[in-house]
Each structure stands twice: as structure tokens, then as C-alpha cells.
């Protein structure tokens, strides 16, 4: 059941939010709308962490049953719902996604996943035969059973964000990193910044890995790094794609079913999605490192190697970019949203990994809501902070 309200805020109150990602700006957004007095701190640019080296899945097809799986569902519908009250204008793309069985051993994981989904409301096509090959069958040969995705979507995150900002109502403080908090009464009164401190109301700390700087207790937090593949643009006489193609491995390396002998350090799973450019962007590792700088040739030949032997037709294309980010991750694979202890006024919103494009604006729509005291439209209780003990570190 969704969260009690709280006291509601006497207006005007302004908000500090720290960092200006997907999360942060769509709070930022729904806030300013509120009629608070908002201010967006980034330490870079708006976009310019995970949000910016996103594959812009708005994808239910991938999420482990469960929260994550519930929550996925009310934020595809609130993307169509941004989208038809013009919010987001043409940036949300509404698509299927097929999810591809290409061994035998993969039917069964397939299937367990399409019950999943299907209980969580779900539209979905189990695909074989020639059902498959008249959807597929050009795009992935080697497919022997696939399921496809209805009523979800594709967002580019730094895109969605430029919408927000240039909607605007808010000053974003760009390459100002916020240093810590000043205190009164068991509140948060100011943001300390290298220009001084400005005063606040409250604060959101929506800055993925940059959170470990404020708070104590944040071991459930890690970095989790993603390598990502960009193809140059497929000719006309290529086979046409209805849509991303997902292995079954994707689902196994992401936690969101289990195989036999397959363990949490298999970390690559395949996607292949077809661009509105023409391009495609393959994916996706998910490591535990930091060095978002590099990307590796091992990760980059496996995931290529892969992708050919699902979709053919892509080895007539030229790889034109390699590059890699880092997610905000958790221990037990769920986003930390809500209030943080050690100060009244002070919530988070963080450890998306890499749901946060899919969740991105329906958090920043609840976080508005806690924010404001207003009832919350989503039970978002399995994502509490207080599952981990977090609290505000008595240094920042």
C-alpha cells in the first residue's frame, strides 16, 4: 500500500537537488510545478553520468519479477502519460521488444519469465514457429522461441532530460559540486558549495555514486559498469528489425531469472536495438569496476560474436563507437528511494543501475510527492532507505 503523507509544506519552500540525471531533473520538474523554489546542483553537466550512457530502454521485458517488475509497469504507462499531455512531446517511442530463446536449455527460462510477465499485466505474444519466423525469422534465424514485449518504449535519458530543462521553471548550477549541508534543529538548512552556502528547505540527493560522499552506511552501494556497442547505419538491402532483440542470457545476467550453472560473475547478456538513426547499439556488459574510462576488447569481441550468431545481417556492419558507464548498483538489486535519517528533510533517490531511464520520471513524480507531503501513488516501501540503515554522514 502506498507510504502515509506526511505534513504538507508551507508554500513557497524550496528544494535543493543534487544531481541532474533522469531522476533529479523529472523531481525538479514536478516539483517546480508544485510551486516550490527549486535548484538543481551538478558536479558536471545535466545528463553527463549514467543517465547520458544509457541504452534508453523503457523496457518491462527485463525486470525481475517483483517491485521492480510492478514499478516498471506504472512507469511505462506514465511515459505514454507524459507523452499524451505533451510533457515529453515526440521523445518517448512506443515499441515491442523480443525477447530470444536460441538453445534449447533457454525455452524453459523464456517461459518462466513470459508467466511473469503476464501476471504482472503484461500484453505478450509466446512466439514459434512460423508465428516466429514471420516476426523475427529475418532479423534472428537462430531463434527458436521468442517472446514479444508489448506496450513499452524507447527514450534516449539525456534527450528527456534536455525536454525538462527547456521546460524549465528552475536554475540548474552546473560544475558546482555540492560539499555538505549546513544544520539546524535536526534539519538541513543550507547547501554548501565552493560559492557559499545557499539556503534550502530540503534536499534531494539524486546523484547516483555521488551519494557514498554524504551518507554513512552506503556499503549496499557499488559501481557497476556497462559497456556498450554503436554500429554504423545498415543499408537498405539489410534485414529490417521489429524491434530490439533480447537474449535469454540478458535475463539470466541481470538477475531476473535463473539457469543452471550460471553464476553472478556471468555478467554479459545480449541486446540488440535498432536506432531511429538507422544504427544499432549492442549491449551489454554489467561489472564490478569503476574504470568508466575504459572498455575491454574481450567484452567487446564476446558481445559482437554474439550478436552475429542471433542477427547475421549485422556482421555487414562497421562498429563506429565503443564506450562505457557507470551505474549506481545495490546489493540486493532494488533502487534506495525515500527519506534518509539524520535529518527531517533530507530524501534520496539512487541505485537505479540500469533501470533508472524506465523508472526515471515516474521517481522524480514520487519523490515530488513525499517531498510535498502528498499521499504516494506507487507502494515504493521495498525501496526504502531504512532497509539498509542508512543515514546522513555526521562529516557532510
Known amino acids: 500500500m502506498p507510504h502515509p503523507a506526511s505534513s504538507p509544506p508551507q508554500s513557497p519552500r524550496s528544494v535543493a537537488i543534487v544531481g541532474a540525471g533522469i531522476v533529479g531533473m523529472s523531481a525538479a520538474h514536478f516539483l517546480s510545478r508544485a510551486g516550490w ?16 550512457s544509457a541504452d ?64 504482472s499485466g503484461v500484453s505478450i505474444r509466446l512466439l514459434k514457429g ?26 534516449v535519458g539525456y534527450r528527456v532530460v534536455e525536454r525538462l530543462r527547456r521546460l524549465g521553471g528552475f536554475p540548474i548550477r552546473r560544475n558546482c559540486r555540492v560539499s555538505g549541508f549546513n544544520f539546524s534543529k535536526g534539519r538541513i538548512v543550507g547547501v554548501v558549495t565552493e560559492d557559499g552556502v545557499e539556503p534550502t528547505d530540503a534536499v534531494l540527493l539524486a546523484t547516483g555514486l555521488g551519494s557514498a560522499s554524504f551518507l554513512s552506511g552506503l556499503g549496499p552501494i557499488r559501481p557497476r559498469k556497462g559497456q556498450l556497442i554503436v554500429t554504423d547505419r545498415a543499408g537498405a538491402d539489410a534485414p529490417s528489425f521489429p ?96 527519506r534518509v535519517g539524520g535529518a527531517e528533510n533530507l530524501w534520496i533517490a539512487t541505485g537505479f543501475e540500469g533501470d533508472g531511464i524506465c523508472l526515471g520520471p515516474l521517481m522524480g513524480r514520487l519523490c515530488q510527492q513525499m517531498i510535498c507531503g502528498e499521499p504516494v501513488a506507487h507502494d515504493i516501501s521495498s525501496l526504502d532507505a531504512a532497509r539498509f540503515g542508512l543515514s546522513l554522514a555526521t562529516a557532510a
Open 130 to 155: 512460423a508465428a516466429l519466423t514471420g516476426a523475427i525469422g529475418a532479423a534472428a534465424p537462430s531463434a527458436i522461441a521468442a517472446v514479444e514485449v508489448q506496450g513499452e518504449g524507447h527514450a
Open 243 to 338: 524491434g530490439p532483440l533480447m537474449s535469454c542470457r540478458y535475463l539470466v545476467s541481470k538477475g531476473s531469472q535463473a539457469a543452471p550453472g550460471v553464476t553472478e560473475s556471468r555478467s554479459l547478456g545480449l541486446v540488440i536495438d535498432p536506432l531511429r538513426t538507422g544504427q544499432f547499439l549492442i549491449g551489454g556488459s554489467r561489472e564490478d569496476r569503476d574504470d568508466r574510462e575504459t572498455t575491454d576488447a574481450d567484452v567487446v569481441a564476446t558481445l559482437l560474436r554474439d550478436a552475429v550468431e542471433l542477427a547475421p545481417s549485422l556482421a555487414q556492419l562497421r562498429v563506429i563507437r565503443v564506450f562505457a558507464g557507470l551505474r549506481a548498483a545495490t546489493s540486493d538489486g532494488l533502487p534506495i528511494v525515500g
Open 56 to 119: 534508453g530502454a523503457v523496457s518491462i521485458a527485463s525486470k525481475k519479477p517483483g517491485p521492480l517488475m510492478t514499478l516498471a509497469v506504472a512507469a511505462v504507462r506514465f511515459y505514454e502519460h507524459l507523452t499524451e499531455t505533451g510533457i515529453l512531446g515526440d521523445e518517448y517511442l512506443p515499441r515491442s521488444t523480443f525477447v530470444v530463446a536460441s538453445v534449447e536449455e533457454d525455452v524453459g527460462v523464456l517461459e518462466r519469465h513470459a508467466s511473469h510477465l503476464e501476471a
Open 37 to 52: 523554489q527549486v535548484t538543481v546542483y551538478d558536479a558536471g553537466a545535466p545528463a553527463s553520468g549514467a543517465t547520458g
